[in-house]
């Protein structure tokens, strides 16, 4: 399973860090993401890291302010600037896999999802 | 407004079949496997098809995926009460180098 957590309540402006972790399976060997979904709204993702954090992609939305990485036991997912619209469930999901090319990855979709951890951005 | 193309909702009776579409371009569908997930109000989503027509473990055969040029179909066969869900339609764009969904067909079972 996967299971997030980190998640709660901030001011716009302040910083909060995601942490994934995963068990039953080697988190090392598959590619991770994050993917959000704000109340009422369908699914939206965010950002993705190659099973051995080399390559990561961020969506334009949260790009310069989010980032993910990860080490051999844990994903992270640190987001700065924080904005009202940022408000969501934050799920993490483990990865099919992954292809590279000309310097370019290919990510395969995702086969396990945690339950999601709820950011809530309110002065 | 989502890169992929969903219809909002469809409907039917128990024991009916229904068909999702799912369309494109040539950046994503096109050129890249499409995988669908459920989600039941409430949850958070599973994976019901990748690489454009396989079902993970557990996933009945009821449920099944097709890819043409750029774009795809879900079909559901023998529809039930359990079925009630949102679906998505994800994959890979390789122009902006991120991973796309659709904007969610919402089933419901009459």
């Known amino acids: 399973q996967v299971v997030e957590s980190g998640g709660g309540v901030v001011q716009p402006g302040r910083s909060l860090r995601l942490s994934c972790v995963g068990s039953g399976f080697i988190l090392s060997d598959y590619p991770m993401y994050w993917v959000r979904q704000a109340p009422g709204k369908g699914l939206e993702w965010v950002a993705v890291?190659?099973?051995?954090?080399?390559n990561k992609y961020h969506a334009q939305s949260v790009e310069g302010r989010f980032t993910v990485s990860r080490d051999t036991r844990m994903v992270y997912f640190q987001m700065n600037s924080l904005r009202p619209e940022d408000a969501a469930v934050y799920y993490c999901?483990?990865?099919?896999?992954?292809?590279?090319?000309?310097?370019?990855?290919?990510?395969?979709?995702?086969?396990?999802w945690g339950q999601g951890t709820t950011v809530t951005v309110s002065s | 407004q989502s890169v992929l193309t969903q219809p909002p909702s469809i409907s039917a009776a128990p024991g009916q079949q229904v068909t999702i579409s799912c369309s494109g371009n040539s950046f994503n569908i096109g050129n890249n496997d499409i995988s669908w997930y459920q989600q039941v109000p409430g949850a958070a989503p599973t994976l019901l098809i990748y690489d454009n027509n396989k079902r993970p473990a557990g996933i009945p055969d009821r449920f099944s995926g097709s890819k043409s040029g750029t774009s795809a179909t879900l079909g559901i066969t023998g529809l039930q009460t359990g079925d009630e869900a949102d679906y998505y339609c994800g994959t890979w764009d390789t122009s902006l180098h991120g991973w796309v969904f659709g904007g969610a067909t919402r089933v419901t079972v009459l």
């Open positions: 890291i190659s099973h051995d954090g080399i």
């Open positions: 999901a483990r990865g099919l896999s992954a292809t590279e090319g000309h310097g370019h990855y290919v990510y395969y979709g995702m086969d396990l």
